[in-house]
């Protein structure tokens, strides 16, 4: 079993930034192996991933992030974090982190959340214009 919590949300005004983490514990031994996402969903809205990142490090966005956001992980340490600039009103959401201990959700893109079994709670964003 693997367990996600993240840290990091908040309200901030358009044009700020905020940076999420998340620690990843439990079944841990193969983290490196991981593939890890960062999904956000607003209200009445489905979940959308915002980024990925495999094992060896290649990072992945969607256009609406491209250029603002930035996914790195610390494999000694069993975090993902995620950097996110520039940000807009449309960013508002609650942003979870995921886990893919296989490693094979990040072959494909976008990948979804249907690849990923573990989730964190999530953490709210507010952007304000």
């Known amino acids: 079993q693997v367990q996600l919590a993240e840290s990091g949300g908040g309200s901030v005004q358009a044009g700020g930034s905020l940076r999420l983490s998340c620690a990843v514990s439990?079944?841990?031994?193969?983290?490196?192996?991981?593939?890890m996402g960062w999904f956000r969903q607003a209200p009445g809205k489905e979940r959308e991933e915002v980024a990925g990142?495999?094992?060896?490090?290649?990072?992945i966005y969607p256009n609406s992030v491209k250029g603002r956001f930035t996914i790195s992980r610390d494999n000694a340490k069993n975090t993902v974090d995620l950097q996110m600039n520039s940000l807009k009103p449309e960013d508002t959401a609650m942003y979870y982190c995921?886990?893919?201990?296989?490693?094979?959700?990040?072959?494909?893109?976008?990948?979804?959340?249907?690849?990923?079994?573990?989730w964190g709670q999530g953490t709210q964003v507010t952007v304000s214009s």
């Open positions: 995921a886990a893919n201990p296989g490693g094979d959700a990040c072959d494909t893109w976008p990948f979804g959340p249907l690849g990923f079994g573990y």
């Open positions: 439990g079944d841990t031994s193969d983290y490196s192996s991981f593939c």
């Open positions: 990142i495999d094992g060896d490090g290649s990072r």
